[in-house]
Nanobody, 120 residues
Framework: QVQLVESGGGLVQAGGSLRLSCAASGHTFSRYRMGWFRQAPGKEREFVAAITSSGGSTYYGVSVKGRFTISRDNAKSTVYLQMNSLKPEDTAVYYC?????????????WGKGTLVTVSS
């Protein structure tokens, strides 16, 4: 069983930055494809970013591309989401998720989320 714990959320003004972290338990983190998702009140969950197991490839949702950067440190079993130029519409609960491999079909493991609030 993999446990994912997000941290780094909080209140920030529009135009500001935050860095989210997601720490994973277990010894196989380097095999996981990792992703970040978010869900705003009253809205469906939205894909934010993903990174392959080696960190060699990254993918972004349209609404965050150019502003957010996903990265990982396999030695620390941690994935990060650097969020710059934040907008009020980025306000949401941000979730970290893991696939068991780069070719796995689904994100099997999910964290409990961390709240990001961007004030105008």
């Amino acid at each position: 069983q993999v446990q994912l714990v997000e941290s780094g959320g909080g209140l920030v003004q529009a135009g500001g930055s935050l860095r989210l972290s997601c720490a994973a338990s277990g010894h196989t983190f380097s095999r996981y494809r990792m992703g970040w998702f978010r869900q705003a009140p009253g809205k469906e969950r939205e894909f934010v970013a993903a990174i392959t197991s080696s960190g060699g490839s990254t993918y972004y949702g349209v609404s965050v591309k150019g502003r957010f950067t996903i990265s990982r440190d396999n030695a620390k079993s941690t994935v990060y989401l650097q969020m710059n130029s934040l907008k009020p519409e980025d306000t949401a609960v941000y979730y970290c998720a893991a696939r068991e491999s780069d070719i796995a079909a689904e994100y099997k493991y999910w964290g409990k989320g961390t709240l990001v609030t961007v004030s105008s």
